[in-house]
Each structure stands twice: as C-alpha cells, then as structure tokens.
C-alpha cells in the first residue's frame, strides 16, 4: 500500500500537468521552435541598453519620488487606521465592536491593492491620489490585524495598575499598553513599507502614477530601453528602501 501511494501521487501531479497544458491550450512547440526563440532574444536584447539620457532620467527620478511618495504616505495613513480599528477588534469595547472591526479589517485586507487601485482610479481619477488610497486600505486591513493580535498578547497588567491608580482609559493605554507594543507596530510598519514601495511600482498599470505607469507606457509601446532603465530604478529603489528599513529595525526596534 505504501508503495503504491508512493507512486499515485507523482502520477497525479504529471496527469495535473498535461491537463492544465491542454486546457489552456499551450502551444509549446511554437513557443520553442527557432522563430519563437529568435523573436524572444530579439525583444530581450532590447532591455541590454537602457535609455540613460537626461531628460528620460529627469522624469524617472520624478516617478521614484512619487513612488515613495505614495508609499510612505499609504503606508502612514494605514497604520493609523489599522491602530484606531485594532482596539476594538482586540475587544478593548465589547463583542459586538470586536466583531464588527474584524469584519471590517477582513474585508479590507481580502481585496488586492491592484482591485482597490482601480475602484479608487474610478472614484479618484488617474494619478498618484488613487495609489495612495488603494494602498492604504489593503495595508490598513493587514496592520489592524496585526495590531489586534499584538494588543491581545500584550500583558494588562501595567494598564490595569493605572486605572486602579485614577488613571483614565487614554492615560492607561499610552502610558501602560503602548510603551510594550511599540516595538511591533514599528516592526509591523516598516515591513510593510517594504512591500508597498513594491507594490506602489506596480499599482500604475491601472493608471495609479509613479514608475509603474511609466513602466506600462513604455511597454505598451514598445520602448525597451526605457523600459530598462525604469525596471533598474525600481530594483535600486526597493534595494535602498531594504536597507533603510533594515537600519532603523536594528536602531529603533531591537535596541
């Protein structure tokens, strides 16, 4: 029996295999025949020289800006959302606040930022605006989540010796709570400052700004070298951000 179940698996991945190539339909000979493979490195030899002059630099160092821009400023306003929508979802004010803000923080976290990027290009308009929403409602749903788990594995007691001491609900949470949790909200954010600096580079394929929809204008006409040369100025801004994030996890967080 165990060398037969050693053997049904690997066959039913290779049956999953073939089925899923004819299903879609795959042509795999054209895709590697010599036309195919010439007609490839000849659309890839295009990104080997990228467009380094000034005017195009001028305008992809715009499009970082912007990038971070949208990213940062995402990113802040979701934390802060996340928090206020962490203290009832951690059931600081009753089950019916706790229930309500986590089906709140998971409807909002359910929906990809490349969905809310193009309901907010609906409401918004084109630009960097509708970035910055869409990346601040999915990160909002993620952070409150996180907040609420650490607020619930947060020891009370600090808190609970305060109130007892006349202090009120505000003064006990910031002075008792807060001081503990701060480490992970910091920890939390900038972690996800990291992936929507990725992100913001990717949300203007729907027409949401920064370099990812200088990207998709030079793709969409064919422009290969300045297409390189942007996908180079996103591989070094999501470098540089690592390296920041890294810094100030080691200098703020750790220490």
């Known amino acids: 029996m165990k060398s037969l179940s050693r053997y049904v698996l690997p066959l039913l991945l290779i049956a999953a295999v ?4 004819a299903y879609l339909q ?5 895709l590697f025949s010599t036309d195919g493979m010439g007609q490839m490195a000849s659309y890839a ?4 020289n990228p467009d380094l002059s000034a005017s195009h ?11 971070l821009a949208m990213s940062a400023v995402g990113t802040l306003l979701a934390a802060l959302l996340g928090l206020l929508l962490a203290l009832p979802a951690a059931g600081r004010f009753g089950l019916i606040a706790q229930g309500g803000a986590r089906l ?13 990027a193009a309901l907010m290009v609906l409401a918004a308009g084109l630009g960097p605006n509708a970035g910055t929403l869409a990346l601040a409602l999915h990160t ?33 949470f910031c002075y008792g709570t807060l001081p503990t949790l701060w480490p992970q909200l910091v920890a939390y954010t900038l972690y996800r400052w990291e992936n929507n600096i990725r992100m913001a580079s990717v949300l203007g394929f729907v027409g949401a700004g920064g370099l990812g929809q200088m990207l998709y204008m030079s793709l ?36």
């Not at 795959?26 to 054209?30: D, F, G, M, Q």
Request: glycine fraction near 10%.
């Open 18 to 21: 073939i089925g899923s190539f």
């Open 26 to 30: 795959l042509e795999a000979s054209a």
């Open 45 to 48: 030899s295009g990104f080997l």
């Open 57 to 67: 630099l001028r305008a992809i160092g715009y499009g970082s800006l912007e990038t």
């Open 104 to 116: 709140l923080l998971n409807a909002l976290r359910a929906i990809p930022e490349l969905v809310w």
């Open 140 to 172: 909002a749903g993620v952070l409150g989540r996180l907040f609420a788990e650490g607020l619930e594995n947060t020891p009370s007691a600090p808190a609970e010796a305060l109130r007892l001491s006349g202090s009120g609900r505000i003064g006990a």
């Open 220 to 255: 969409s006409l064919f422009q290969e070298a300045q297409a390189s040369t942007v996908i180079l100025a996103m591989l070094l801004m999501v470098l540089a951000v690592d390296a920041l994030s890294g810094w100030a996890r080691q200098r703020w967080v750790r220490s």
